[in-house]
């Protein structure tokens, strides 16, 4: 009997390739579960490995062919940059598309039909982490740095938006571009600013080379950034340098109840489920519940019972809104230390 096709997609090479990795990890065990259960509608999953390098153009190409090859559904993809075109590719050819990373809000405000998250919006990642400073850092000198992409430029808006509002104005709002590796201009401007905090919307690669030139211009400002600092690369870049720093994500996926057993599975495998591997994971499941309820794996019809059920994840109940949102939201905020590893800031104990 003829495997059903199905894909994950996003960073499987380039800067963000760690990314790539967690979730092409988490597809890869999902798959192999689903398979060692019955498989969907009796017949096995086949997974297809698209890499868009987070490239929007790449991501545009990868989804063209994806859907062309008919395959229902793509746990896809990580920029929200390569998202968002691929999206409009994924909705020509019918394929329902969950991202398990892409946060940037315009992904499920354009009212595609065949679109779902499972992770949470800029708009409210960047309200936590402007709680977390109005609260920590009042009356200190704050700036913003973002690296021009969907999800850097949006996140960083979203944060500027909510400090604001919170009656705090920074001092420097400066943007870089992606891939950049020499930082000591913006570095220097920090220091003459006398910043205390910098928040950066943009990717890890950048946001440690950062810390390292500020610490190497012997700053103490400390860094925070968003849901694409969630990766053991991060302190491979900055080494010790990397205590302190702050980013905000989801409470961490691997200490729920729901994830023991698959966690179990994965650290059996020499893999640390970490960042967006459940995410990919709970993508699996969700669709492939759903085509199980349906008897169907038209994206249309899958996307309809999705949106009107709960469904148990690794991640926990998860249900959606008619736009494709969870309605779980819950940002938190974690700090790195200097041995390479980070942890939940307990709620209310500051800085």
């Known amino acids: 009997m003829k495997p059903i096709p199905v894909a994950v997609a996003g960073p499987m090479t380039g800067s963000e390739s760690a990314f790539g990795r967690q979730m092409k990890n988490g597809a890869d065990l999902a798959v192999a579960d689903i398979n060692a259960a019955g498989g969907v509608l009796g017949k096995n999953l086949a997974l297809q490995v698209g890499d868009d390098?987070?490239?929007?153009?790449?991501?545009?190409?990868v989804a063209e062919k994806i859907a062309s090859a008919s395959v229902p559904f793509v746990a896809g993809h990580f920029c929200s940059s390569?998202?968002?075109?691929?999206?409009?590719a994924y909705a020509d050819g019918n394929v329902l598309q969950i991202t398990p990373a892409s946060t940037n809000p315009l992904f499920t405000e354009r009212k595609l039909t065949n679109v779902l998250?499972?992770?949470?919006?800029d708009d409210q990642q960047g309200l936590v982490a402007a709680t977390y400073i109005l609260k920590a850092y009042a009356g200190k000198n704050i700036a913003i740095l973002n690296d021009k992409t969907t999800y850097g430029k949006g996140l960083a808006d979203e944060t500027k938006k909510a400090l604001n509002a919170g009656g705090l104005q920074e001092k420097l709002f400066e943007s870089y571009n992606k891939?950049?590796?020499?930082?000591?201009?913006?570095?220097?401007?920090?220091k003459r600013e006398n910043i205390d905090l910098v928040y950066v919307g943009g990717y890890h690669q950048e946001a440690g080379l950062i810390v390292r030139q500020m610490r190497d211009q012997g700053m103490k400002t400390l860094l925070m950034a968003g849901d694409a600092m969630n990766d053991k690369e991060f302190a491979s870049i900055t080494g010790p340098a990397a205590e302190g720093t702050l980013f905000t994500f989801g409470p961490d996926p691997r200490n729920k109840t729901t994830a023991k057993a698959i966690v179990e599975k994965f650290?059996?495998?020499?893999i640390d489920p970490e960042g967006y591997t459940l995410y990919t994971?709970?993508?699996?499941?969700?669709?492939?519940?759903?085509?199980?309820?349906?008897?169907?794996?038209?994206?249309?019809?899958v996307i309809d019972t999705i949106k009107a059920g709960e469904w148990d994840t690794v991640l926990g109940k998860l249900?959606?809104?008619?736009?494709?949102?969870?309605?779980?939201?819950?940002?938190?905020?974690?700090?790195?230390?200097a041995k390479g590893n980070y942890a939940e800031i307990e709620p209310g104990k500051g800085t």
């Not at 998250?117 to 919006?121: D, E, K, L, N």
């Open 117 to 121: 998250r499972v992770c949470g919006r």
């Open 53 to 61: 390098a987070c490239d929007p153009k790449q991501a545009r190409s």
């Open 82 to 88: 390569s998202s968002i075109p691929a999206s409009e």
């Open 319 to 337: 249900s959606f809104d008619a736009k494709g949102d969870i309605k779980l939201l819950d940002y938190v905020v974690y700090r790195w230390d």
């Open 281 to 301: 994971y709970a993508a699996f499941q969700i669709w492939s519940q759903a085509v199980a309820k349906t008897s169907s794996t038209d994206a249309k019809k």
């Open 267 to 270: 650290k059996s495998k020499g």
């Open 179 to 190: 891939g950049d590796k020499d930082f000591n201009s913006i570095v220097s401007r920090l």
